[in-house]
């Protein structure tokens, strides 16, 4: 918990925002009731304030632990899915559209209007800065029928590839948007269960993106275990526009390193820091 908020007490835009945030802009209908929020808002201008050297997370900690049994105790966790049930419940206590949309999915006829249609009952500023939109494609092996889905999404949780002890960040981006071989598509075109190939690419970035590698996998069926390949990674300027729909219009394409979340040690223990550039003095 405590790297992840690290993390984003060096988002500037978010601080900004979340510090100078009246109550009464919450959304008190929310699953947590606009507690969550409240936590972290408070946990920010805590940091921020100048007055204090330690400062304890346990309210926001007994919050989450109430909402999640997970996060209940002092079990080791995964800092990702702390961050994205976090940004979920913040999403959530700060929508002004009380008319949530589901995440998952939806066939649309251009990304544009599914986008639209997400912005339109989706408004916060997790939303503004975190959320992107990937277009999924399946396409069916017997008749080559394809299914294009546009979906929202805040964080990109990439494999590593095992083909080398030493991989970059656009190896592992590149193989997450190859996609994958799955079976037991229902190919609309040809009514039946097939084969399909499954592939990713993303029709908008966000202004801040997040990237999460999947350190502990299973393969081979065997146990989990970690991958302790070193992934290496430009601080400045990572270009994503490989990645994109071709000859779509992207506001953002390119991205400097701020902020890491590392972990050190096994699947059940362990120890997680982050490392941070610092918004107010650049280090």
Not at 70 to 99: A, C, M, P, R, W
Not at 251 to 271: F, I, P, Q
Request: aromatic share 10%; with cysteine.
């Amino acid at each position: 918990m405590n790297s992840i908020l690290q993390c984003l007490s060096n988002t500037e835009a978010l601080v900004k925002e979340l510090i100078n945030l009246n109550k009464p802009a919450l959304n008190y209908q929310s699953k947590t009731k606009g507690m969550v929020a409240l936590e972290v808002i408070q946990t920010l201008r805590s940091m921020w304030s100048g007055d204090i050297r330690v400062y304890s997370i346990k309210d926001l900690k007994a919050l989450m632990g109430n909402m999640k049994d997970i996060f209940k105790g002092t079990s080791h966790q995964d800092s990702n899915e702390f961050l994205i049930i976090l940004l979920e419940y913040l999403h959530e206590d700060l929508n002004v559209h009380n008319s949530l949309t589901s995440l998952s999915g939806a066939e649309e006829s251009t990304g544009e209007k599914a986008w639209g249609e997400f912005r339109r009952k989706n408004s916060s500023v997790i939303q503004r800065l975190f959320y992107g939109q990937q277009k999924s494609t399946v396409t069916c092996s017997t008749c080559q029928h394809s299914s294009v889905t546009f979906e929202p999404f805040f964080n990109l949780f990439v494999p590593i590839p095992s083909t080398s002890d030493k991989v970059t960040l656009h190896d592992c981006i590149q193989l997450y948007m190859s996609g994958e071989n799955i079976t037991g598509w229902k190919c609309p075109k040809c009514h039946g269960e097939r084969n399909a190939t499954k592939k990713f690419d993303i029709s908008k970035l966000p202004p801040v993106l997040i990237i999460a590698l999947k350190r502990f996998t299973q393969e081979n069926d065997s146990w989990l275990h970690k991958k302790e390949n070193v992934v290496m990674y430009p601080v400045q300027d990572l270009d994503m526009r490989r990645f994109t729909v071709r000859d779509s219009e992207q506001r953002y394409t390119n991205y400097d390193l701020y902020a890491v979340s590392t972990h050190s040690g096994t699947l059940k223990s362990g120890h997680y820091k982050a490392i941070c550039k610092n918004y107010l003095t650049r280090k």
